[in-house]
């Protein structure tokens, strides 16, 4: 079985940024098509952000040219890098294979409010 743990998030103004890492337990991440998701109170989680084997990056539209998506291979992280941040960014957010295989991590909390 594979765990995630993810870190970066916390609380920041509207318009600004943070970036999230996601680290496997294993080395998957060099292997398998990755994605972000986040989940709000209420809600079912979402895909935001994802990278393929062939590193071509997919963005949900509510994100497109504010979060871009990344990973090192050899370290077995993926990151979201998020700018312009927006209230409506706030979320827990989580990393796992696109098509939500493994586990779920404990997620890392992002909060845009002023």
């Known amino acids: 079985q594979v765990q995630f743990v993810e870190s970066g998030g916390g609380l920041v103004q509207p318009g600004g940024s943070l970036r999230l890492a996601c680290a496997a337990s294993?080395?998957?991440?060099?292997?398998?098509?990755m994605g972000w998701f986040r989940q709000v109170p209420g809600k079912q989680r979402e895909l935001v952000a994802s990278?393929?084997?062939?590193?071509?990056?997919n963005y949900d539209e509510s994100v497109k040219g504010r979060f871009t998506i990344s990973r090192d291979k050899a370290r077995n992280i993926v990151y979201l890098q998020m700018n312009n941040l927006r209230p409506e960014d706030t979320a827990v957010y989580y990393c796992?294979?696109?098509?939500?295989?493994?586990?779920w991590g404990q997620g890392t909390q992002v909060t845009v409010s002023s």
């Open positions: 990278i393929t084997w062939s590193e071509t990056e």
């Open positions: 294993r080395s998957i991440v060099k292997f398998y098509e």
């Open positions: 796992n294979r696109n098509d939500q295989a493994f586990s």
